[in-house]
């Protein structure tokens, strides 16, 4: 197909989860015919495991789709699938930027959600074309004239003949299709400027390397162009561009203004390759780069220990795998004393670092340890020196230290108004400072406040979703650094500090958080040989205290008829168990108990 | 001449008992015949030169125990004709000691009178508690009065030898219930009492009126209340515990017991029976029909160092006289204590073994987690 840039659009889906992005997106392959029925697995887009199986995109994908319309002309459909959670909520804004138009998916049973509103905000943000979509018409409970309805009440988008569909019985995708070529405006880039690629996805091909996706903004790429990055301020010859399919790549000679799709250059590290960033020429640099671009920093960190010591090297090569394609994840080695050799890894936020064991223990079949998650505290020491920390254990000795400070988020809150009460006392809880409270259409209310980043990922998400039974959405983005009286809170087992098991936390938190923690710990601890006191304590001030009460009884009574295979396969399974607990001290302790910290009353 | 242990498994019971899991049928009469049969095959078969050599070169019969089941079930003269064929693996020490296993309610002066013609003088009774309620609930096919009789009549017999199996930890068991048993027991005037703690074992119908709720096994602290009950009214009568579920008047200790647990050499004969001979172990069929069919020998193993270090820790921490550290030192070439000086001197504070005269030894309390103790003295390096 010729080039032509009124015959493009670029679009994405958005949608509250489950009113059927996925499977919308699943009927548009088909439709178009980039995918026959029989190479159809459901939700196409959703390849890992995981995606499917949470219901959640994790990384962006892009595929095109020639599409001719009723028009009789030929277009060329890009649909931009985004992540959708706030961890990724960056990733989500560069693929939307990469758009002209979003196809807004509504449940024609459930109506508008919370989600469903975030996302329309993002997108207008984004200055996009939104065109709703009310699916899931097929079920009794539908009553798309209320939801079209709500729509234009609620959101305030002309609703006049939208698409009504069912995505799963392949009901009205042909007007979807129509709506997007009728209604989503063409890109219309400069093929003349200086080239100007925006970056929305990286990921590693076995083949080719690092690979980005781009919208190309401005200019044109080709095969053997010498490319920069903005940001990234290294530079590569160009190998292969061309257009995704579902199941694979399209190469063409070059990549032009207003198309989406990737490029090759034979990069090595993902590293250098940053998302937001901005792809020009070396030849002809554009003088800007695309606005927006943010480099992607870790958030939240712990420690990933493999569960068997000699797991060690396994953890790194699955690491070093993950890592190939996802840039935000970083990781470097460190020791523990009760945990050994392991990792300390940084993530975006709690659900990549959930991901990234998940990805672990599945793909790579690793039993792991993981140390409680931290974010990075900035401590000024009294010789005027300020250090980053990101792991407790490496927090100075308090008399080093003059102050220290949390980092904090501005979190947006957007919540029916009859859980405005309870999502206020949980941000006080939280240590939050109130800053703003607005009313937004359809009786819901934007509240915004100030909260220490290390409460938002202790339990805030649980909180919030059983506090508002999941109706209300949040969103943060980090504010600063701000001084904060935090302690470190130690565990110390059998009178030995367990390093793996110490937290920071503010001081007004440490007792509550101490006493609940050696709650956990007691019930995750076995009965051992000996009595074993578990303290929590600051500082060697011992502020909360339980005990595990020694083993009452351990004995096989009888070896029968010089029968000892019982007794020997009971020691080999108590062999195999001690091998799976860590040594503190003279305490075994189960690899969970170690989670303990994480867990909630 | 090395001694030898022979064990030979009678497979056959009048019932099943609620907790029994062993190989054991009730019924299968037309089997006994067969089962003689094979069993008399099979000593003939170790009566002659296998790949362990010529037995009777190397060793002569220091103990034979026949269990089961119920031995005192069958036909006296099948046990007879039985150990009459042993002689043939190996001549029979002059003071070889012969124990046959019985349920009181299967015995007869007629039986125990054969059983002494053959050389049998060891009689173990399985009477497990002197509570007739829960006798019947463990299944037992006999009473509280039927174990009096059967010691009187053993005694009558000429047994001089007379072990009685009891069993405390039982569903419903008070501490009252388990001190009347100990002291009838005691009262008997038995030589040897062996008390074992009821394990429940997965599949039996005790393990399910468990799960379901119908019984509830006493925990772990009233179990040892009930060990430490039998070791202070034992000791009193003059029984010493030499093994962590075994009691014996002086000079009573069951030796064949012991050469488990010392890690002699034992030939196992008959259904699910378990061997140790000369540093290897293998096993026979658990079912009958694996064992009529001629199955033997099975998941035989040559023992590692490592395996032989294992076994002996385990083994000989059960007994009152402990490990042997001068064996231990001899025969794995490096002192015990060394790479568990720290393990055993927790172990010693915490008042859970001690050292002396050459062995290491359980105390009560040690025994009480005897497999605690032993995983923490295997350590890293064994």
């Given amino acids: ?601 | 001449m090395k001694p030898l242990s022979l064990y030979i498994h009678i497979p056959f019971c009048a019932r099943k008992c609620a907790y029994c899991d062993f190989a054991s049928w009730p019924g299968r009469e037309a089997d006994w015949g067969r089962y003689f049969d094979e069993i008399e095959a099979e000593i003939r078969l170790w009566s002659e030169e296998t790949d362990f050599g010529l037995l009777s070169e190397q060793y002569s019969i220091a103990t034979v125990f026949i269990g089961g089941g119920t031995p005192t079930l069958v036909d006296a003269a099948c046990l007879e004709g039985v150990l009459d064929a042993c002689r043939g693996i190996a001549p029979f020490e002059p003071d070889a000691e012969i124990t046959v296993e019985g349920n009181p309610g299967t015995l007869t002066p007629e039986k125990l009178a054969v059983c002494r013609r053959a050389g049998v003088n060891r009689l173990s009774l399985g009477a497990q508690s002197f509570d007739d309620g829960l006798l019947k609930a463990l299944g037992r096919i006999h009473t509280a009065a039927q174990i009096k009789q059967a010691v009187a009549m053993a005694r009558d017999a000429g047994f001089d030898n007379l072990n009685l199996d009891l069993m405390y930890a039982l569903p419903g068991q008070e501490m009252a219930q388990w001190r009347d048993t100990l002291d009838a027991a005691v009262a008997l005037g038995v030589d040897h009492i062996s008390a074992y703690s009821l394990i429940v074992e997965p599949g039996t119908p005790m393990a399910a009126r468990v799960a379901s709720g119908a019984a509830t096994v006493p925990d772990d602290d009233a179990v040892n209340a009930m060990q430490r009950e039998a070791i202070s009214r034992l000791s009193a009568a003059g029984y010493e515990r030499y093994e962590i579920s075994n009691y014996a008047k002086p000079g009573f200790e069951c030796r064949h017991n012991l050469t488990y647990w010392r890690r002699g050499d034992y030939l196992g004969l008959g259904c699910a029976a378990h061997s140790l001979l000369r540093g290897r172990r293998f096993h026979n069929p658990d079912a009958l029909e694996d064992y009529l069919s001629g199955m033997r020998r099975l998941d035989e193993v040559a023992l590692t160092r490592q395996d032989a270090m294992e076994e002996t820790l385990m083994l000989s921490t059960r007994t009152a006289r402990g490990l042997d550290l001068a064996a231990w030192a001899r025969d794995f070439g490096a002192p015990f204590n060394q790479g568990r000086e720290r393990a055993l001197a927790r172990l010693e504070a915490g008042g859970l073994i001690e050292a002396g005269d050459g062995f290491l030894r359980l105390t009560t309390r040690g025994m009480e987690v005897q497999d605690a103790v032993v995983l923490e003295l295997m350590g890293e390096t064994v």
Wanted: proline content about 5%; aromatic content about 6%; charged content about 30%.
């Fill in chain 1, 1 to 601: 197909m010729k080039y032509d840039q009124s015959r493009i659009r670029n679009f994405c889906i958005i949608a509250h989860i489950d009113h059927g992005k996925s499977t919308l997106a699943d009927r548009i392959l088909e439709k178009t015919g980039v995918m026959q029925l029989r190479d159809m697995t459901d939700q196409v887009l959703d390849s890992m495991e995981l995606e499917r199986e949470r219901g959640i995109t994790i990384k962006s994908k892009a595929v095109r789709m020639p599409y001719r319309a009723k028009d009789g002309v030929e277009y060329e459909l890009n649909l931009i699938d985004t992540p959708g959670h706030v961890d990724f909520t960056y990733e989500v804004s560069r693929a939307l930027a990469a758009c002209e138009g979003a196809v807004l998916v509504v449940d024609a049973s459930q109506g508008i959600e919370a989600q469903t509103l975030a996302n329309v905000y993002m997108a207008l943000d984004h200055d996009l074309e939104i065109r709703p979509v009310i699916n899931k018409i097929d079920l009794p409970s539908a009553q798309p004239e209320v939801v079209r309805q709500e729509i234009e009440d609620e959101i305030g988008i002309d609703c006049e003949g939208c698409p009504l569909v069912s995505a799963k019985q392949g009901v009205g995708i042909e007007d979807v299709l129509e709506d997007i070529v009728n209604n989503i405006p063409a890109p219309q880039d400069d093929i003349d400027a200086p080239l100007q690629a925006l970056i929305f996805d990286s990921y590693y091909d076995n083949y080719r390397g690092a690979i980005s996706s781009v919208r190309v903004k401005a200019g044109s790429v080709k095969v053997g162009d010498r490319i920069r990055m903005m940001a990234g301020k290294c530079e590569f010859d160009v190998t292969e561009v061309g257009a995704y399919l579902p199941l694979g790549y399209s190469p063409r000679e070059s990549l032009n203004a207003g198309e989406v799709g990737y490029i090759a250059a034979s990069i090595k590290d993902i590293a250098d390759i940053h998302v937001g960033d901005t792809i020009t020429l070396a030849a002809n640099p554009a003088a800007e780069p695309l606005p927006g671009y943010k480099p992607v920093l870790p958030m939240v960190y712990c420690g990933i220990y493999p569960a068997d010591g000699a797991d060690y090297e396994s953890l790194r090569d699955a690491l070093e795998k993950l890592r190939l394609n996802d840039a935000a994840l970083s990781y470097e080695p460190e020791t523990s004393v009760a945990l050994g050799y392991g990792f300390r890894c940084g993530f975006l936020g709690l659900l990549h670092m959930e991901i990234i064991q998940q990805r672990l223990e599945r793909e790579f079949d690793l039993d792991l340890v993981t140390t409680a998650p931290s974010v990075v505290y900035k401590v000024i020491k009294t010789d005027g020196e300020t250090v980053m920390i990101d792991n407790p254990t490496n927090l100075p000795p308090v008399q080093e230290i003059d102050w220290m400070e949390e980092p904090m988020v501005d979190a947006q809150v957007i919540t029916p108004q009859d859980y405005v009460g309870a999502i206020m006392e949980l941000c006080q809880d939280k240590r939050g400072t109130f800053r703003d409270m607005k009313y937004i259409e359809g009786g819901r209310v934007l509240l915004k406040y100030d909260l220490p980043l290390n409460e938002v990922i202790y339990d805030f998400f649980d909180q919030l979703k059983s506090r508002t039974r999941g109706y209300a959405s949040f969103d943060y983005e980090l504010k600063g650094y701000e001084r904060s009286d935090l302690v470190k809170l130690d565990m110390l087992l059998n009178g030995e500090q367990c390093d793996a098991l110490s937290i920071i936390v503010h001081r007004d938190r440490a007792y509550p958080r101490g006493r609940s923690i050696a709650e956990k710990l007691k019930e995750a601890i076995p009965r051992q040989l000996f009595e074993i006191p578990i303290q929590a304590a600051i500082g060697g001030k011992v502020i909360a205290r339980e005990t595990v009460k020694a083993l009452r009884k351990d004995v096989l009574a009888k070896c029968y008829g010089g029968d000892i295979s019982r007794k020997k396969k009971l020691l080999e399974k108590q062999k195999e168990g001690k091998k799976r607990m860590r040594q503190v001290g003279s305490v075994s302790v189960p690899s969970e108990a170690f989670m303990a910290v994480l867990k909630m009353d």
